[in-house]
């Protein structure tokens, strides 16, 4: 009998010696399993803080404010990569490879041979760049691809927050299962939004609309909300060719164009003065989104939905602005008030969907 209690009694202590290896954390031990990730940029935090959850603290690599383009890399950025036990990269920016190199941290990317998860693989595609042919890119795919803001994309939002989520999961597979939860209520989210969007676009008809892009990275928010655009005026450096630039003139002119769509970072650029110049002088309505940039927003949905309230709200009361190139205070108030009855929207729709 006292050899029975013995073995017991030791197999009780191994028992629960494993038991907090196995069992969900408390509020108690939680403080212990949280991983740090940061991101280069707002969005992609903010994607992997909704995956990760209370189990996830992220935070963003660039300071906002500079451009993300920049080759100089500040010491800051390095020191948080450091302190990270994940990156959440681009894949785009050339700062990023510079990171990786010094930091020896594990990261996911678009298309990186050694991320240890690609977003490719979980389903994201760039987009071709704004006027040219999507049909067969087989010879000139890179070429005409756009890599610039293409994590704005839904499609391409779920892969990063997927590939995120198998990445969390390499690193503490006991909390897989809360990861794959927090993604499949990301999905949620996402469709939710996209069911949003179709209602609106039922109102207001925006997918029939065309449009030039002030930068590159606002095709992928056109795209989002199905509105074909024609040409960029900047890509980086390079700016629209003089030819491309009558033809531009001549259909904001005729109204066969009838938007002009730009963002935070793009209108402190010089593409940004030339739209407002553009729209002044030949018509159309001016738009400006949010792409980089993720203050206020809690997370993606709340940012595309800022968006889409933006849109509404140009299209409702048109994109005016002074010969001082300052936009309406009142179109500022209006589509902030549509953006905060679009978030509202998409989590009624989002409730809705759980429980039907």
């Given at each position: 009998?006292?050899?029975?209690?013995?073995?017991?009694?030791?197999?009780?202590?191994?028992?629960?010696?494993?038991?907090?290896?196995?069992?969900?954390?408390?509020?108690?031990?939680?403080?212990?399993?949280?991983?740090?990730?940061?991101?280069?940029?707002?969005?992609?935090?903010?994607?992997?803080?909704?995956?990760?959850?209370?189990?996830?603290?992220?935070?963003?690599?660039?300071?906002?404010?500079?451009?993300?383009?920049?080759?100089?890399?500040?010491?800051?950025?390095?020191?948080?990569?450091?302190?990270?036990?994940?990156?959440?990269?681009?894949?785009?920016?050339?700062?990023?490879?510079?990171?990786?190199?010094?930091?020896?941290?594990?990261?996911?990317?678009?298309?990186?041979?050694?991320?240890?998860?690609?977003?490719?693989?979980?389903?994201?595609?760039?987009?071709?760049?704004?006027?040219?042919?999507?049909?067969?890119?087989?010879?000139?795919?890179?070429?005409?691809?756009?890599?610039?803001?293409y994590w704005l994309l839904p499609r391409n939002a779920i892969a990063i927050a997927n590939a995120t989520r198998a990445a969390l999961g390499m690193l503490n597979f006991t909390m897989s299962s809360i990861w794959n939860a927090n993604f499949r209520g990301f999905v949620g989210d996402v469709q939710g939004f996209e069911d949003l969007v179709a209602v609106r676009n039922s109102q207001y008809h925006f997918s029939s609309m065309r449009a030039i892009v002030v930068a590159?990275?606002?095709?992928?928010?056109?795209?989002?909300?199905?509105?074909?655009?024609?040409?960029?005026?900047?890509?980086?450096?390079?700016?629209?060719?003089?030819?491309?630039?009558?033809?531009?003139?001549?259909?904001?002119?005729?109204?066969?164009?009838?938007?002009?769509?730009?963002?935070?970072?793009?209108?402190?650029?010089?593409?940004?003065?030339?739209?407002?110049?553009?729209?002044?002088?030949?018509?159309?309505?001016?738009?400006?989104?949010?792409?980089?940039?993720?203050?206020?927003?809690?997370?993606?949905?709340?940012?595309?939905?800022?968006?889409?309230?933006?849109?509404?709200?140009?299209?409702?009361?048109?994109?005016?602005?002074?010969?001082?190139?300052?936009?309406?205070?009142?179109?500022?108030?209006?589509?902030?008030?549509?953006?905060?009855?679009?978030?509202?929207?998409?989590?009624?729709?989002?409730?809705?969907?759980?429980?039907?």
């Amino acid at each position: 009998m006292a050899r029975k209690r013995a073995v017991i009694a030791v197999v009780s202590a191994i028992l629960l010696t494993l038991y907090p290896l196995a069992a969900p954390a408390s509020p108690s031990n939680r403080s212990s399993n949280v991983l740090r990730v940061a991101g280069s940029i707002a969005p992609l935090a903010g994607i992997a803080q909704q995956v990760g959850g209370d189990y996830v603290n992220a935070s963003t690599l660039f300071p906002e404010g500079l451009d993300p383009h920049a080759s100089q890399l500040p010491q800051d950025v390095v020191n948080a990569a450091n302190a990270a036990d994940l990156l959440v990269l681009t894949g785009h920016f050339p700062w990023e490879t510079d990171l990786i190199n010094q930091t020896g941290k594990p990261f996911v990317s678009l298309e990186d041979s050694s991320a240890i998860a690609r977003y490719e693989d979980y389903g994201a595609t760039l987009s071709a760049m704004p006027g040219t042919e999507e049909g067969n890119q087989t010879s000139q795919e890179e070429q005409n691809a756009n890599p610039h803001g293409y994590w704005l994309l839904p499609r391409n939002a779920i892969a990063i927050a997927n590939a995120t989520r198998a990445a969390l999961g390499m690193l503490n597979f006991t909390m897989s299962s809360i990861w794959n939860a927090n993604f499949r209520g990301f999905v949620g989210d996402v469709q939710g939004f996209e069911d949003l969007v179709a209602v609106r676009n039922s109102q207001y008809h925006f997918s029939s609309m065309r449009a030039i892009v002030v930068a590159a990275e606002e095709a992928y928010v056109a795209e989002t909300f199905g509105i074909i655009c024609d040409a960029v005026l900047q890509v980086e450096n390079v700016f629209i060719s003089p030819g491309e630039l009558l033809t531009v003139q001549d259909a904001l002119r005729n109204g066969t164009i009838q938007l002009i769509l730009g963002s935070d970072v793009s209108r402190l650029e010089t593409g940004g003065e030339f739209a407002y110049q553009l729209v002044q002088d030949y018509g159309g309505t001016l738009i400006w989104w949010n792409t980089v940039s993720f203050s206020g927003f809690a997370d993606y949905v709340a940012m595309m939905s800022y968006n889409l309230g933006v849109l509404v709200s140009a299209l409702e009361h048109g994109a005016a602005s002074n010969s001082s190139g300052v936009t309406n205070l009142v179109l500022i108030m209006m589509s902030g008030l549509l953006s905060v009855v679009a978030i509202i929207e998409t989590a009624v729709l989002i409730q809705r969907a759980k429980h039907e």
